[in-house]
């Protein structure tokens, strides 16, 4: 059998797409050595080449332009889905701390597309965010995942829905995530993983009790109704494809974060080249 590396988050949206793959429910010749992180760790991962295939932001996906593609299979996008600011209070920052889920996460870009201002960021994993805004370490957090769901039951109230205003501002699909897979997996390998990983979506939602154990041992929040929420609002049609509309959104993510230079020079690249032809 061909041997893989895998990375994907302990995210309900993600164990729910990759568990009939890496478990074997459907068919195929592949063996995977799993690694189930936190998504900045994945993005530092596949800036560092560690995985033949992963989970990562497609903020991330700038800095390996060189290293990956790009599937169609497997992301995170679409609408109503972003990243969303909170705080204890409505009162508008322009300075003070904020808490962000990792320096190459989506959300950290549309943090700084959206609310410039004199900020001090702290790096922290995701599910630190809200307690660190309740204690007061910080000022304000961008939250991402299963936290959107929950932010209100610690009195934390809604300063911006980053995800909303990239959708105002360009009428586009907000990118979130995607799955990359190395240029040294064969061209062949990387159309067959593609399109296994749209074949594991299709098994999960034609058997979504399948997914269940697993889903349940890996969530950070453990309600069945967070969790249905959870898969509802990040698996969707574009996770199994892309589509003309969610290449152009990635590249528009790109060049609106090269026209504000919030990408190293060492970014620069031809973002067609992501995406398997």
Known sequence: MRKLSIGFSSCPND????????????????????????????????????????KISIHACFYVLDQYKLLSSGGALGRGCGPLVVSKNKKRLNSGKIALPGKLTTASLLFQMAMPGDFVFVQMQFDEIIPAVTSGEVDAGVIIHESRFTYQESGLCCLMDLGQWWEDQTQCLIPLGGIVISNNVGKKDQIAIQRLIKESIQFAEKKPDAARGFILENAQEMEDQVIKSHINLYVNDFSKDLKEEGRRAVQLLYDQSRKLNLLPGSCLGKTDQLFIN
């Open 15 to 54: 164990t729910y797409i990759f568990d009939a793959l890496i478990h074997q429910r459907i068919e195929h010749e592949y063996e995977f050595k799993v690694y189930i992180e936190d998504v900045e760790t994945l993005n530092q991962m596949a800036l560092n080449h560690q995985l033949d295939v992963t």
